[in-house]
Each structure stands twice: as structure tokens, then as C-alpha cells.
């Protein structure tokens, strides 16, 4: 196995460090990216409802429970990565009118000639800084704005402060959703920081990941729901306890005590997320 994926890796320098495209042995046409070894997605070209990490399988779900099955709608991808959502929304929700923001242009050309996506004039890649998109975007303008944003395994800082929350805050229209992957591990600092900053702007909210994760016990994926009407935390509890890796949603009250007083995060004191623990992504590699 080994053998097999040194020769069918494609490995290339990218704007934000070393990229390689690893097939998936147990999915023919199947391939994980990762960046300077830390996996950023994975795509099933013959099956992009396959979603394979099971933080994407949660955002894949509130995406699902936002709006009527099968009904088109406007998101605004923050991070492209190898473009696994937005290759689900247009297999689920034909129609849907999305832009992805990647700030790695060399990353978006090795993704599209190794891994091409379908044509589709309504999706489109657009090589800048997601907030400088934010700040050009209308107001009102999208349904749905998801940020998977990480550079060396971390999201910048300038992603994680109440000022950029008013942005999407501001893009969104007045039923619309921020989903936010948020990485993080013991004791939760910035997951607790980030769940403040954003309900400071977009008051109703769930947070949804592993259990061990969310009591602070291991390093792990968070997915933050966040808007200005209620999200479907029912159906969002029964999809998270059916997958695969059984997952919690904390709202309400459990959700008051998880942030815990935590301080609202301003641009000038904002900082990188949590790096993750050495060696983590190390197994089996």
C-alpha cells in the first residue's frame, strides 16, 4: 500500500506550503488532500455525496436542514480546499448559486487539473482573502456563508474577531446561516471565544462535534451554527446521533454554559486558532 501511494501521490509546492493528492485505497476515485501533511478534504469524484470526515458530514447536514430538500440556494464558501462541499451542494441543491474564496491560487490550479470539478457556470472559484470578499460582497446576499479557513492547520486571526463576524453577519440574509468549522482541543479556549463572538452578532446558535471534544478532553472539530432565527437543532441532534461517529449539539442553556463568560474577540487582540497537538496527523502516514 505504501508502494502504491508513492507512485499515484501527486505532490506539488503551493502558495501555503507542500500539497499532495493521496488516493483513497478503499474508494477508486477517491482522493485526500493534505497540506504540509495535515488532511484539508476529501473527494469522491464518481460520488460527491461521499463525505468522508465527519466534521463535513455535519456541515453537510445543517446545509441539508436549512432549507427545503433540493431547493437552490446562494452560498458563499470561505476556504476551497479541494472543493468537497461545494460539490455537494451542487449535487443536492442543483441550481445553487456559489462562490468559493481560496487564497491559494497554485492549490485552486493543481485541485482543478488533477481533481476537475463538473462545469457549472453557477460555481465559482475566485483566488483572494475571504474577509476582503466579505467586505465587497452586497449585504443581504446570501443564504448560507460557510468558512473552512486554515493555514498551517490554523485559522487566521484576522477570521476569528467580532469585526469579521459583522461581515458575514451582514452578507447573510435575514433567514440565512454561518457554519463555521472550528478546530480546537483542551480546555476549548478558542472554541468557547469564537461561540461568544459570533452569538454576540448572530444570537441564535448550536454547536455541534464529538462529545470528547466538546467536554474538552481531545483535540477535534466543532461545527458552529449560527443565525438570526432559530437553527433546527431537533433534526441537527437525531442526524449527529446517527452518524457514523456519533456526535452531540449543544443550544440554549448548554450552550450559555459552554461559552462560559468567554470575551467577545476584537481584531486587535485577535490571534491564530489553537494549533493542533504534535504528531496528530501522523498515524498511518
Not at 256 to 270: L, P, Q
Amino acid at each position: 500500500m505504501g508502494r502504491k501511494r508513492a507512485a499515484d501521490t501527486v505532490a506539488a509546492r503551493v502558495d501555503t506550503g507542500h500539497a499532495e493528492l493521496v488516493p483513497d485505497p478503499d474508494r477508486p476515485g477517491s482522493w485526500t488532500l493534505l497540506l504540509d501533511g495535515a488532511p484539508q478534504s476529501h473527494v469522491d469524484l464518481a460520488d460527491p455525496t461521499h463525505l468522508e470526515f465527519e466534521y463535513v458530514r455535519r456541515l453537510a447536514a445543517a446545509i441539508d436542514l436549512l432549507a427545503p430538500a433540493g431547493a437552490p440556494l446562494r452560498v458563499l464558501h470561505l476556504g476551497g480546499g479541494a472543493l468537497t462541499l461545494p460539490r455537494y451542494v451542487a449535487a443536492t441543491r442543483p441550481g445553487s448559486t456559489q462562490r468559493v474564496v481560496e487564497v491559494d491560487g497554485a492549490l485552486v490550479e493543481l485541485v482543478r487539473r488533477a481533481l476537475p470539478w463538473p462545469p457549472d457556470p453557477r460555481l465559482k472559484v475566485r483566488v483572494a482573502d475571504a474577509r476582503a470578499v466579505l467586505a465587497a460582497s452586497r449585504d443581504a446576499s446570501y443564504d448560507v456563508v460557510l468558512a473552512d479557513v486554515f493555514a498551517g492547520a490554523r485559522t487566521p486571526a484576522h477570521l476569528t474577531s467580532v469585526e469579521y463576524a459583522a461581515e458575514v453577519a451582514r452578507v447573510l440574509r435575514p433567514a440565512g446561516f454561518h457554519l463555521a468549522n472550528v478546530a480546537d482541543g483542551p480546555p476549548l479556549r478558542h472554541a468557547r471565544a469564537q461561540v461568544a463572538t459570533v452569538r454576540s452578532v448572530l444570537p441564535r446558535a448550536c454547536l455541534v462535534g464529538d462529545a470528547a471534544v466538546l467536554r474538552g478532553r481531545r483535540y477535534g472539530n466543532l461545527v458552529l451554527v449560527a443565525g438570526r432565527v432559530e437553527p433546527p437543532v431537533p433534526e441537527l441532534t437525531r442526524r449527529a446521533a446517527g452518524d457514523w461517529f456519533p456526535g452531540r449539539v449543544l443550544a440554549g442553556e448548554e450552550l450559555d454554559r459552554f461559552a462560559g463568560g468567554a470575551a467577545v474577540v476584537r481584531d486587535v487582540d485577535a490571534t491564530d486558532s489553537t494549533p493542533p497537538p504534535p504528531g496528530i496527523f501522523s498515524v498511518g502516514r
